[in-house]
């Protein structure tokens, strides 16, 4: 079952059904279905984790409690088939909450000013506008960029001072499963049902690890690999 509070609770059921010795049954867990990550599972089994089924009795209950007795009074006060849950019911929350800021917001116009110029090389380099005598250049209409671009056109510009300063990027985290989600319905427009479906027959065929999850550890395995890849095609001196 999933190394998660629902595989451990179907575990501890299948334990519970099935009854004798408690000691002889052991849990098999794992986040990547790799041939390393199941040799060390099985090498260190370990026993049914009841805080973990506990965890999923109490959100079982919290569901009952919130969907079971909050759904049958949207049904009566606004609509048949509304569901209202211990999630889904502060997600709709959030987002009434920010689509009233969305149309309260009163929108502002201002104008962005660019110059394209060009190097003593004939290199083209765009540039934008932001200071004016020292001061945030924001021109708010129409008749202000007119004359900025007016004022720009009849000038020559020269470059009196370059400052050069060596700037590094960090990667993204790995994927967790929110990000997942939102990566998905940006790039390819997937619901989050679409997503998960396809995540987990990516996962069942080892090509990810567990998609259900909120940490970003990358296992040791995994990091040896890539740290191997980069030796190999761009050298030591890329390896962080």
């Known amino acids: 079952t999933d190394p998660d509070r629902e595989g451990e609770a179907i575990a501890w059921h299948l334990q519970e059904s099935i009854g004798g010795d408690q000691t002889r049954y052991k849990r098999v867990v794992f986040n990547e279905i790799t041939k390393r990550a199941v040799e060390d599972a099985f090498s260190e089994p370990s026993e049914v984790d009841m805080r973990y089924v506990e965890a999923q009795q109490a959100r079982r209950f919290l569901d009952r409690v919130v969907g079971f007795m909050v759904s049958p009074l949207l049904w009566?006060?606004?609509?048949?088939?509304?569901?209202?849950g211990r999630v889904q019911s502060v997600a709709v929350r959030l987002v009434v909450e920010r689509e009233q800021e969305?149309?309260?917001?009163i929108p502002e116009e201002y104008w962005e000013v660019f110059a394209q110029l060009k190097t003593t090389s004939n290199d083209s380099v765009r540039f934008q506008v932001i200071k004016e005598g020292g001061n945030n250049f924001r021109p708010n209409n129409k008749a202000l960029t007119d004359a900025a671009l007016k004022l720009l056109k009849e000038n020559v510009f020269e470059v009196l001072r370059r400052d050069d300063r060596p700037t590094s990027s960090k990667p993204k985290p790995p994927l967790i499963t929110s990000?997942?989600?939102q990566a998905s319905s940006t790039r390819l427009g997937f619901g989050v049902k679409k997503t998960m479906l396809l995540a987990q027959r990516l996962y069942e065929a080892g090509y990810i690890t567990y998609m259900r999850t909120?940490?970003?550890?990358?296992s040791t395995e995994a990091l040896e690999s890539c740290r191997h890849y980069i030796h190999s095609n761009f050298g030591k001196d890329y390896l962080p």
């Open 102 to 105: 969305i149309r309260a917001f």
């Open 214 to 218: 909120d940490s970003t550890h990358l």
């Open 76 to 84: 009566e006060k606004v609509a048949r088939g509304l569901s209202a």
């Open 179 to 181: 990000t997942l989600q």
